[in-house]
């Protein structure tokens, strides 16, 4: 649940914020063709080495690209950013020897599926048959009787894939299941034009060709606030969201990534409260 606090002033509740994503695309709507923010994020989520409930993110979007811009944009910004921080493209992460300075491997969530599990999507004709494939390679779908093919591939992808892709790689064309956020693709409307990309097993970034569509946005916010609801979380439509979409927001690309992970890899850190100033710790005595 959001940390809630009361302005006195204003006499209105106020949130940490999860996201800076769509008030950023509100700017898009309204005529700025490039933003972006460094912002302080909460999730109130789990702990480890790689996660703190406070951390720090960079999101940009631009008008008139799509997610294959945001894929040349990034790999071009970690490669110079290693450079100028590193002085060389070979860097070691953790007693990894890591190449930022080769081309990036680029597969869709099919072609990584097919190469390190043996298994192909196009070959479950129904979401009985991806279930059963499931089934047979002992993997577990949250979703259970209900798991449709998208959400059989996303399982598939996390058991037997994040763990391989060591060297920087990006994964795109991701199940619309999701994918709230971004464009379904023209040729394959079950897949969207989403990207996340990779390094030393760990998902470091996520970009989108940006859902510009208010009709189809209002329904994939509703299947979520229906599906929050039923585990006994809050949520609500961000109305004034769709209503900008309604005015209209040109073709977009969209990007964020963790700065703090990105910090930690340059500074061949091992846990991200090394790289935090004033990182979320448990309290003295518990």
């Not at 921080?85 to 860097?91: A, E, L, N, P, Y």
Request: contains cysteine.
């Amino acid at each position: 649940r959001p940390f809630v606090t009361h302005h006195n002033a204003l006499d209105i509740d106020m949130y940490l914020r999860i996201e800076t994503e769509l008030y950023l695309k509100r700017l898009i709507v309204g005529g700025f063709d490039r933003v972006y923010e460094v912002g302080r994020i909460f999730r109130n989520e789990g702990m480890d080495t790689s996660h703190n409930p406070e951390f720090t993110s960079v999101e940009m979007y631009q008008a008139y690209t799509d997610y294959f811009g945001m894929m040349d944009l990034i790999e071009d910004m970690y490669k110079t950013i290693t450079r100028k921080v590193c002085g060389t493209d070979v860097i070691e992460y953790q007693g990894v020897e890591i190449n930022m300075g080769a081309p990036w491997t680029r597969l869709t969530m099919v072609e990584a599926v097919q190469k390190y599990a043996g298994v192909d999507y196009n070959e479950w004709a129904t979401d009985e048959d991806a279930r059963a494939c499931a089934k047979e390679h002992h993997i577990e779908v949250e979703e259970g009787d209900s798991a449709t093919k998208g959400h059989v591939l996303i399982a598939f992808f996390e058991a037997f894939v994040e763990d391989k892709l060591v060297q920087p790689t990006i994964i795109y064309d991701y199940p619309v299941e999701n994918s709230p956020l971004a464009k379904r693709k023209p040729s394959n409307p079950a897949f969207t034009e989403r990207f996340e990309y990779f390094i030393y097993n760990r998902e470091m970034g996520n970009a989108f060709s940006e859902l510009n569509d208010p009709i189809d946005q209002r329904e994939r916010f509703a299947k979520q606030v229906e599906a929050k609801r039923a585990q006994g979380i809050h949520a609500d439509i961000d109305e004034d969201f769709v209503t900008a979409l309604e005015y209209g927001m040109p073709p977009t690309g969209g990007l964020g990534f963790g700065l703090d992970r990105l910090v930690m890899l340059l500074t061949n850190s091992a846990s991200i409260r090394d790289v935090l100033l004033f990182p979320t710790m448990k309290p003295l005595g518990r």
